[in-house]
């Protein structure tokens, strides 16, 4: 027989398809409507008290949470699966659910979060493992700093809204400049901080550098307008 790796989870979930049986030791078929219902009620009383929970229904405390997830993806038994991103009110729910299991200490294994107990409470149907990947995603900082790319062309285009918004409202000085509504008023995907960071650091490269004689907005914006997309440079044979 071949030799196979298998991971630790995937053992321990095939030995608790073959040991792990319902209270009564009997077999159970799949879970009828009225089971359902009756396990969402008895989660609203119990919350995450899952050996209850298994016991008055009659089923393995693995199958009612199976079920109860399954339930909870497919919006009450129905086939649509709710795959809308998350929202900023979830992202938001998340990190504070996440930071009081720190505060409390509440950790298994080896110190790793509940993440099954914090996706229960988000109680918005998503799985553990939708959960922890979005937390891994926004500790790395990777929604808050990461900037939409931008092909030269569509940066170029987006350097002169940016200088038309700041024309518009006489503003020289970036320290000053509301960089929210710029970001609103040019339709910007990323972050207040990655817009500026984006306009000056091109502002710095494309006129600081090469010396061009324009130190107001309205200088850049005309000579932007005036020599149009920034060719490259022919490679040297």
């Keep these: 027989m ?3 790796l298998r991971r630790r989870r995937a053992i321990r979930d095939k030995l608790d398809d073959i040991f792990v049986q319902t209270p009564t ?3 159970k078929s799949t879970y009828s409507e009225e089971e ?3 396990l969402l009620e008895l989660h609203k009383k119990y919350k995450g008290e899952w050996k209850t929970i298994a016991e008055k229904l009659d089923r393995s405390i693995k199958s009612v949470k199976q079920r109860y997830m399954l339930l909870q993806k497919l919006d009450m038994g ?3 699966k709710k795959t809308k991103a998350f929202t900023d009110e979830e992202d938001e729910h998340l990190l504070r659910l996440v930071k009081e299991c720190k505060d409390q200490k509440l950790t298994i294994r080896s110190g790793k979060l ?3 107990l914090i996706a229960e409470k988000m109680e918005s149907g998503r799985d553990s493992s939708t959960v922890r990947a979005r937390f891994t ?3 790395s900082k990777t929604v808050k700093t990461a900037k939409p790319f931008l092909s030269k062309r569509q940066r170029f285009a987006l350097i002169i809204n ?3 918004v700041l024309v518009s409202n006489n503003q020289d000085d970036t320290n000053d400049v509301n960089w929210e509504k710029v970001k609103q008023a040019v339709k910007y995907s990323g972050q207040p901080d990655n817009l ?3 306009f000056k650091g091109y502002m710095k490269t494309h006129f600081l550098r090469k010396k061009i004689p324009a130190k107001s907005n309205s200088e850049r914006l005309n000579h932007m307008l005036k020599n149009g997309l920034p060719k490259r440079k022919p490679k040297k044979p």
């Design 162 to 164: 940016v200088l038309k």
């Design 137 to 139: 995603l926004l500790a």
């Design 36 to 38: 359902s219902k009756r």
């Design 25 to 27: 030791g009997e077999k």
């Design 2 to 4: 071949q030799n196979i």
């Design 114 to 116: 509940p993440w099954t």
């Design 196 to 198: 500026a960071r984006e």
């Design 78 to 80: 129905t086939t649509k």
